[in-house]
T-cell receptor, first 112, second 111 residues
Framework: GNSVTQMEGPVTLSEEAFLTINCTYTATGYPSLFWYVQYPGEGLQLLLKATKADDKGSNKGFEATYRKETTSFHLEKGSVQVSDSAVYFCALNWNTGNQFYFGTGTSLTVIP | DAGVIQSPRHEVTEMGQEVTLRCKPISGHNSLFWYRQTMMRGLELLIYFNNNVPIDDSGMPEDRFSAKMPNASFSTLKIQPSEPRDSAVYFC?????????FGSGTRLTVV
């Protein structure tokens, strides 16, 4: 079946550190892949997405590349800020408007 | 566009009472989803609708939970009777062709 596995948190980094949050997926075919971010007290917001192999999604300094050979979609940012503190969810979807499959979320705290 | 609108933002109720959560999806979106988020279980899909029709309700935990979507602009999630273990944040999301937009959620506390 379809599933998403992402690294366990919580992750704590100092400001300006490099961030990687790993995400791998299990699916048949070629789903679209997403990263969502949830700031404290808010709903999930789309951060970035990639719809086919080798696509790179990017937004707000975050990047993730759709790697079909390793079934991965790792999230990276070169220099995190305190304002990046949030929970990050990896997800897959088949672009049909049907359900997303979410990972369990990774909590990130960035300290000054 | 005001986004997905959920009400109330917070709800505190006593065990055994009926609770109704409301959601207004983005106009034009044809799919609507109800999720529950807890520390223990993370984000769980409860039910989703396509074109107002329930497609998959396998995530609804018990018969105490029910959801309706009487028209394209409104959905409710009802819990009757409520129990303390139902305490969670309930999110509604709507989508069109794969683009999800979440509401801000309803934080439910059952005491």
């Amino acid at each position: 079946g379809n599933s998403v596995t992402q690294m366990e948190g919580p992750v704590t980094l100092s400001e300006e550190a490099f961030l990687t949050i790993n995400c791998t997926y299990t699916a048949t075919g070629y789903p679209s892949l997403f990263w969502y971010v949830q700031y404290p007290g808010e709903g999930l917001q789309l951060l970035l997405k990639a719809t086919k192999a080798d696509d790179k999604g990017s937004n707000k300094g975050f990047e993730a590349t759709y790697r079909k050979e390793t079934t991965s979609f790792h999230l990276e940012k070169g220099s995190v800020q305190v304002s990046d503190s949030a929970v990050y969810f990896c997800a897959l979807n088949w672009n049909t408007g049907n359900q997303f499959y979410f990972g369990t979320g990774t909590s990130l705290t960035v300290i000054p | 566009d005001a986004g997905v609108i959920q009400s109330p933002r917070h709800e505190v109720t006593e065990m055994g009472q009926e609770v109704t959560l409301r959601c207004k999806p983005i106009s034009g979106h044809n799919s609507l989803f109800w999720y529950r988020q807890t520390m223990m279980r993370g984000l769980e899909l409860l039910i989703y609708f396509n074109n107002n029709v329930p497609i998959d309700d396998s995530g609804m935990p018990e018969d105490r939970f029910s959801a309706k979507m009487p028209n394209a602009s409104f959905s409710t999630l009802k819990i009757q009777p409520s129990e303390p273990r139902d305490s969670a944040v309930y999110f509604c999301a709507s989508s069109l062709k794969g683009g999800y937009t979440f509401g801000s959620g309803t934080r439910l506390t059952v005491v």
